[in-house]
T-cell receptor
């Protein structure tokens, strides 16, 4: 079964707008990671947030983590056409013992020029 | 560094055939994993390894075998291909726990 579920499943915005996608997970975690996948390509790591962190920034990305609600959000500010991709959250339900990541079903983001 | 290299990129098999998907990494990572990605399903873990000689099952291991004789290589074997194994397969490696995973470019497999 999927550990994470992203919401929404699909999102279409205009260039320059902000995009927010959410992830919910089921078990306790050591960290939560976000990945991007361009069409037909492998996944690329975006950001890792640890369970004792509430917010983390990387360039135009802002990730929040609420362990009490078992949820995370990824905000992409000032979006560009090149941000068009699928975005996945991933967690290790073993609590970091094995690094076997379980992925959500993803959010497909389309940024219209 | 090449990172994680998967071969082949595309493969068509007939039902019942066997084959091996290759995965190699040159980053001296201890942890390696195989995932399959199906439309609307995200990535599902097939098998993973925490080091040479150590493997374990993931969410969907049936019909697949793995071995890890070296740190660099983690091949995935399909024993008797079935149409249900039509998917895109990704290999990933990680230096240690609680760190980012590096993915290969994938193998698109079609079983007819």
């Amino acid at each position: 079964s999927q550990q994470g579920e992203e919401d929404p499943q699909a999102l279409s915005i205009q260039e320059g707008e902000n995009a927010t996608m959410n992830c919910s997970y089921k078990t306790s975690i050591n960290n939560l990671q976000w990945y991007r996948q361009n069409s037909g390509r492998g996944l690329v790591h975006l950001i890792l947030i640890r369970s004792n962190e509430r917010e983390k920034h990387s360039g135009r990305l802002r990730v929040t983590l609420d362990t009490s609600k078992k949820s995370s959000s990824l905000l992409i500010t000032a979006s560009r056409a090149a941000d068009t991709a699928s975005y996945f959250c991933a967690t290790d339900p073993s609590g970091g013992a094995t690094n076997k990541l379980i992925f959500g079903t993803g959010t497909l983001l389309a940024v219209q020029p | 560094n090449a990172g994680v290299t998967q071969t082949p990129k595309f493969q068509v098999l007939k039902t019942g055939q066997s084959m091996t998907l290759q995965c190699a990494q040159d980053m001296n990572h201890e942890y390696m994993s195989w995932y399959r990605q199906d439309p609307g399903m995200g990535l599902r873990l097939i098998h993973y390894s925490v080091g040479a000689g150590i493997t374990d099952q993931g969410e969907v291991p049936n019909g697949y075998n793995v071995s890890r004789s070296t740190t660099e290589d983690f091949p995935l074997r399909l024993l008797s291909a079935a149409p249900s194994q039509t998917s895109v397969y990704f290999c990933a490696s990680t230096l240690q726990t609680n760190t980012e995973a590096f993915f290969g470019q994938g193998t698109r497999l079609t079983v007819v």
